[in-house]
């Protein structure tokens, strides 16, 4: 399966900070990646696919980039409501497989 | 907008078998989608399980392959998933999904189930 390596698994940040989470996959997988954000007791969140397409409805200040196997999702201004865990998502091999997740806390 | 609601026992016992069930609304099981089962273990990552189309196709899991069946219901517009011989190690919560562009567009809010005597 391909390993998918998140960093940081954690990080604190305040209101408005602008806050860079990365992925990296052990094998090439062109734009095949994707940021989910999860909270507990709602359903998960597709933010971003194909390594940089904003999903319907998703704000702007979420963004994605990235290629090959070094991927970014970086929230420009971080809001009340960013407070989660992201998953970054690769589905270029099957199985489909998921990195182990980044918790943003507040500061 | 498209809406799925996991459903089934929270406890399974040791050795017993898993069954939940994942109810679409706003949108049809016919459409051309594949709709996958997805879990969590407490304080793990993702792991995906399996996927069905509405023809009735799967694909699992090789991990899991041997224990798990999804299957679908079109005429209830919903699909499930067995599992098979739990242990505490299937202790997750189980999401079903929507696969759309390349990715899991849709989800359950998740269900948490106990394997557990």
């Known amino acids: 399966d391909i390993q998918m390596t998140q960093s940081p698994s954690s990080l604190s940040a305040s209101v408005a900070d602008r806050v860079t989470i990365t992925c990296r996959t052990s094998q090439s997988i062109a734009v095949y990646l994707n940021w989910y954000q999860l909270k507990p007791g709602k359903a998960p969140k597709l933010l971003i696919y194909a390594a940089s397409t904003l999903q319907s409805g998703v704000p702007s200040r979420f963004s994605g980039s990235g290629s090959g196997t070094d991927f970014t999702l970086t929230i420009s201004s971080l809001q009340p409501e960013d407070f989660a865990t992201y998953y970054c998502q690769q589905s270029y091999f099957t199985p489909w497989t998921f990195g182990q997740g980044t918790k943003v806390e507040i500061k | 907008q498209v809406r799925l609601q996991e459903s089934g026992p929270g406890l399974v016992k040791p050795s017993g078998t898993l069954s939940l069930t994942c109810a679409v609304s706003g949108g049809s099981i016919s459409s051309n989608n594949w709709w996958s089962w997805i879990r969590q273990p407490p304080g793990k990552g993702l792991e995906w399980i399996g996927q069905i189309y509405h023809s009735g196709g799967t694909n699992y899991n090789p991990s899991l392959k041997s224990r798990v069946t999804i299957s679908v219901d079109k005429s209830k517009n919903q699909f499930s998933l067995k599992l098979t011989s739990v242990t505490a190690a299937d202790t997750a919560i189980y999401y079903c999904?929507?696969?759309?562009?390349?990715?899991?567009?849709?989800w359950g809010q998740g269900t948490l189930v106990t394997v557990s005597s």
């Open positions: 999904t929507r696969v759309g562009k390349w990715s899991y567009d849709y």
